[in-house]
C-alpha cells in the first residue's frame, strides 16, 4: 500500500517568513495530493491540493509542487502570520474516479509555530 | 461542499463495553469513510462505507471490532464494540464531493473518546 512520509514533524519561523513543508510517497499509481490545516479541537481543513496532471498550483500565500518523477511534493507557506499556526497533513490517494480521492494515505504531520 | 454532522462529539466509555458512532451528511454521496485520529497522531483509515453492501477494511482493521452500518447514501455509523484504553482516539467520518473538476474530501467535526 501507500507510504507517506513528512518532514519536518516541527517548524518554528518567524512571522513573516517562509515556511515549507515537504512529503514522499511510495506509490507511483497516486495521483491526488491534498494538503489539511488541523487547528487544535479541530476538523481538518483542506487548504490546497494538486493533481499528478499539474507540477505545481498557487492559491495566494499557499503553493504546492509535485515531482512524480521523485514522487514527491511540498507546501510553501509564504508571508507567515500567527494564525498559520496549525498541524498541516500531507495525503496521497490514488485510483480513478472521484471516489478514491477519500482514501487517503496521510502524512505524520507537521507542527507549525509562527512567531509573532 | 458537504455539511457532516457526527454524534456523540465526544464520550467517556468504559472498557469492554460499545459505542456508535454517527455519521449524517446533507447530501447523498456514493461512499464515505471512517478515519481514527490516536492523541498526537495523524489520520488512519479504518474503513470505507459503501451503500448495499459491506464495508471495506483497511490494514489491521477487522469488521468484528469495528462494525460499519450503511443503510442509505446520507448516513453511516461506526461501532467500536469492546473498547480497551487503546481504543481512546478521535473518530472522523468523511466525505468526497465533486464539483465540476474539483474534488474535495470533507471531514465531520470527530468523535473525541476516551476508555477509561
Known sequence: GEN?????????VQEGDSAVIKCTYSDSASNYFPWYKQELGKRPQLIIDIRSNVGEKKDQRIAVTLNKTAKHFSLHITETQPE??????????????????GKLTFGQG????VHP | SAVI????????????TSLTIQCQVDSQVTMMFWYRQQPGQSLTLIAT?????????????VIDKFPI???NLTFSTLTVSNMSPEDSSIYLCSVVVQGGSDTEAFFGQGTRLTVV
Request: aromatic share 8%; charged share 15%; glycine share 12%.
Open chain 1, 4 to 12: 507517506v512520509e513528512q518532514h519536518p514533524s516541527t517548524l518554528s
Open chain 2, 49 to 61: 462505507a459503501n451503500q448495499g453492501s459491506e464495508a471495506t477494511y483497511e490494514s489491521g482493521f
Open chain 1, 110 to 113: 507537521t507542527i507549525l509555530t
Open chain 1, 84 to 101: 498559520d499556526s496549525a498541524v498541516y497533513f500531507c495525503a496521497a490517494s490514488g485510483g480513478a474516479g472521484g471516489t478514491s480521492y
Open chain 2, 5 to 16: 454532522s457526527q454524534k456523540p462529539s465526544r464520550d467517556i466509555c468504559q472498557r469492554g
Open chain 2, 69 to 71: 452500518s450503511r443503510p
